[in-house]
Structure formats: C-alpha cells, structure tokens
C-alpha cells in the first residue's frame, strides 16, 4: 500500500489471495502483521509519534496527545474473507495523504492530530466486528474477549501472543479515548447512493439499527430416496419459505434482510436433513422499521414450521441500536465542505445513512464523531469488485483534508 499526495495511490497487494483476487487480512495473522508494519512505517517516516495501545490499535500523532481535544482520523487494514481493497485501507490511506496535503498547504496545526488504524474491524476471524474499538470503548469486556474463539480453536489471547502482544493488557482505555475531541472516518461507501446522486463525497447522518437473529427449523432425518413425501418432516422446506419471507418482507418495509450463512445436519446428499440452522441478518433506517421485518419473518417461518411439521426456536444473536452521529460535528463538516462558494450556487454536500457498521459507531457513544463516504459506483462491498475511481478517491482525501484543516488548524 503507497500513499501519495498526487493522485492517490492505492496499491494493496498485503494480504492478497491470487485465487479469488479478494484481501485475507484477518487478525492477529501474516498479513495483519505486514499491514502493521506498512502503518508504521508510514507513521514514522513523517515524523509522527508511533503508539500501539492496549487494545493493539496503532496511532500515529502530530502533536502531543497529553494535550487533548485531538482530531482523529483512521480506519482499518483487516479485511473480510476475499474482501475489497478499499474497505477500511481507503481510510487509512486516505488519512496520511490528506496529512501531506495539510503540509503542502502549510497549516498550522492549533489542536493534536492523529491517525488510528483499529484492529479486527470487521471480525473475520473470531466473528465478533470492531474488536479493538469495542474494547477500548468498554463495550466488550475482558472476559468477554478472552471467550473469543476462531474456526479452528484458537482464542483471541492466544493469537495476540503469538503475534507478540501480551493479551493480559487489553480492556477498557478510557483515558486514552478523552483525548479525543472528534473522530471523523473516511470509509468507501457501502451503496450506490453518491453514484446515483452524481457527487464524489457524502456525510453520513446514522447507522441503521441491525441485529443477528438465528433460525434452527428442527424436523426428522430419513433416507431421500425411500421415505414418501408425505411422510417427511423436511426443515429445509420451511428454512427454503423463511428466506422468501424475508425478502417479500424486506422489500414492503424499504429494508434489507438477508440468510447469507446456513448450516445441515447430517449434511448429506441422500438424506432429509434434521436440523436446518441459518442466520438471518437485517437492517432498516429505524428501529420501528426493523422490527416490523423481523417480526414478519419470525410469523411466516413458525406458520412454515407448523405445516411442516417442524420444530423452530429463534435466538437474537446479537443487536446495535441506531447510531447517530453527533450533529454538531455533522453540521460542522456540512459548512466546511460547502465553502468556496458551494453553498451559494446552491450546492450541498449530501447526508445520507448507511446499513453497515463501523468504529466510527461504536466511538459515538464516547467521543463526537463523524463519517465522509466516498463514491463507490457499482455499489459492490466486501468483493474483490469493491471498486472506487481514483479522481473519486482524490475528492476524498481533499475533502477530509479540508476538513482536518477546519477542525485542526488556524
């Protein structure tokens, strides 16, 4: 990965599989130690003091922390399995670039400034998303996090010790989040949004709530080919009508709702199955919305069951109310971009929400926040299609680059 100020240049090959063309940079591994070794380094050839906290999130500063009312800004490097190269690294990039930009403008820098690349973002591999940013937060406790466990057994402390961290360190870090007087990331967009509004740059208003809610349609195994249709308490038939619920329910409520993971017992081909587990992950621009969805899946599917003949029990896995980013910062960045003479030939930057989750949210219960979206035309995320212009990504480092400018310097 290279940051350069003329034209961003985004060049990830860290972590790269040369199978799918998709980003396997999952924490605690190879590829996350490179991309740790790649931040610090650009951290330190620009004289920036280097800093690994507690929790293992990297923070580059400009200035001296001690002082606080700090601007930060920052993302991630990890990755989702054969993810993007713009998820998360634009954001990182993008910061060291609009620091050089901030230079070549010769600012003069009035509050601390400080880059972060949060660790474990998107939960890859222990399946819980935004693991250093929730700790440092106090939003997942130490016990919690020592219960983390990847496929193949290992814990989360057991992996940030053979990377060579000591995992007895991590929790809560408040001391460390007060120096911060707004955090504001910059994060390719998760949407076709901006591509149909024709602008490069957006400013997001809120994260939707979301939850995991996990369906076990339990019914009866048998052999495929001798047991009698009318005889057969088949829990696929009622898993197969829940995932059409879910999307007729979807589509009335202006939502989304997706089964995107599925597990069979025996898991055979000749055989009817006996337990149908999947995982139903839904998202809408309010609560009310939200539950409206779920409620209507959970109906359909127990009125499934029932004709079926199967058994069905649903457990909430996991949920995130609405996060809405602070609106005096969210103003604050609206005025700056719309400067130079915008607002008067009647040019706004657009606000708009997104369905997915980032550090930024789980910040914005501790610290003022805010979030800058840049143009992803086809709408495509956690894909190796995940694709940005680079005219597009030169908007957004100009456009975090003014707005540092505007929170940070005279």
Same mark, same amino acid.
């Given at each position: 990965m290279v940051a350069a100020r003329d034209g961003l240049e985004l060049r990830t090959v860290l972590g790269r599989s040369s199978a @799918? /063309?998709?980003? #396997?940079?999952?924490?605690?591994?190879g590829a996350d130690a490179d991309c740790r070794a790649w931040f610090r380094a650009q951290a330190e050839s620009r004289g920036l003091r280097y800093e690994l906290d507690r929790n293992g999130n990297q923070w580059a500063w400009l200035g001296d922390p001690a002082e606080g009312d700090a601007v930060v800004t920052g993302s991630h490097l990890d990755s989702v399995p054969d993810g993007g190269?713009?998820? /998360?690294?634009?954001? !990182?990039?993008?910061?060291?670039?609009?620091?050089?930009?901030? #230079?070549?403008?010769q600012a003069e820098f009035t509050r601390p400034l400080a880059i972060v690349n949060f660790g474990d973002e998107e939960g890859a591999r222990f399946g819980l998303a935004c693991v250093g940013s929730r700790l440092a937060a106090g939003q997942l406790t130490v016990e919690q996090a020592h219960r983390?466990?990847?496929?193949? $057994?290992?814990t989360l402390p057991q992996a940030m010790e053979r990377a060579g961290y000591d995992p007895d360190t991590i929790g809560p870090d408040?001391?460390?989040?007060?120096?911060?007087?707004?955090? !504001?990331?910059?994060?390719?967009?998760?949407?076709?949004?901006l591509d149909l509004s024709g602008d490069q740059v957006g400013i997001a208003s809120a994260i939707w709530p979301h939850g995991r809610w996990r369906f076990d349609f339990r019914g009866e195994a048998n052999h495929a080919g001798t047991t009698r249709l009318v005889d057969r308490r088949d829990p696929m038939l009622s898993y197969a009508e829940t995932v059409l619920a879910a999307r007729r329910e979807a589509q009335l409520a202006g939502a989304v709702a997706t089964?995107?993971?599925? *597990?069979?017992?025996?898991?055979?081909?000749? %055989?009817?199955? @006996?337990?149908? #587990?999947?995982?139903?992950? *839904?998202?809408? %621009?309010?609560q009310a919305t939200l539950d409206t969805v779920v409620t209507g899946v959970e109906k359909a599917a127990r009125e499934y069951a029932e004709a079926q003949g199967v058994e069905l029990d649903v457990v909430r896995e996991s949920f995130t109310p609405v996060v809405e980013f602070e609106h005096a910062l969210r103003d604050e960045l609206a005025r700056i971009l719309g400067k130079?003479?915008?607002?008067?030939? $009647?040019?706004?930057?657009p606000v708009l929400g997104t369905g997915a989750g980032h550090d930024?949210?789980?910040? *914005?219960?501790?610290?003022?926040?805010?979030?800058?979206?840049?143009?992803?035309?086809? /709408?495509?995320?956690h894909s190796p299609a995940e694709y940005a212009a680079e005219d597009d990504c030169v908007a957004g480092v100009t456009a975090l680059a003014d707005v540092l400018e505007g929170l940070a310097c005279r």
């Open positions: @799918s /063309g998709g980003y #396997r940079r999952f924490a605690w591994t190269a713009f998820d /998360g690294p634009l954001g !990182v990039v993008s910061s060291f670039a609009a620091l050089d930009e901030l #230079r070549a403008r983390l466990t990847d496929g193949d $057994g290992i408040p001391e460390r989040l007060a120096r911060i007087g707004a955090f !504001v990331e910059l994060h390719v967009e998760q949407g076709r949004a089964f995107g993971k599925i *597990s069979v017992e025996p898991n055979g081909v000749n %055989a009817i199955p @006996s337990l149908v #587990r999947g995982w139903l992950d *839904s998202r809408a %621009a309010d130079d003479g915008k607002e008067a030939a $009647g040019l706004t930057v930024a949210g789980i910040l *914005s219960g501790t610290v003022p926040t805010a979030m800058l979206f840049v143009r992803n035309p086809t /709408g495509v995320s």
